[in-house]
């Protein structure tokens, strides 16, 4: 299998089961649901989160160059070709 396809193809697979445990886990937070099987158990913690709101900060802060730092990633995208795309004869 061509590595562009495989890769393609993995990243399809890994959406599938995502969704599958994004369904699972509502399950399990609904009350009275058994938490506990033969093999597994399920704990549910809860936790709390403080989140800055830069959203709340004057101008004069968020456009100031010296409190941002740039850095660069890579991001794979993944599309299918469409028909159109593909060319079987040469152009005259």
Do not use: C, Y
Not at 8 to 37: C, H, M, N, T
Not at 47 to 65: D, G
């Amino acid at each position: 299998m061509d590595l562009v396809d495989e890769f393609a193809q993995v990243r399809a697979e890994i959406r599938v089961l995502e969704d599958r445990a994004a369904r699972l886990r509502d399950e399990l937070l609904k009350p009275g649901v058994r938490l506990r099987s033969n093999q597994h158990e399920v704990i549910l913690r809860k936790s709390t989160r403080r989140s800055f709101q830069k959203e709340l900060l004057p101008p004069e802060f968020l456009n100031a160059p010296r409190f941002w730092r740039q850095s660069e990633q890579v991001t794979v995208f993944v599309r299918p070709i469409e028909d159109d795309d593909l060319q079987l004869t040469e152009p005259f």
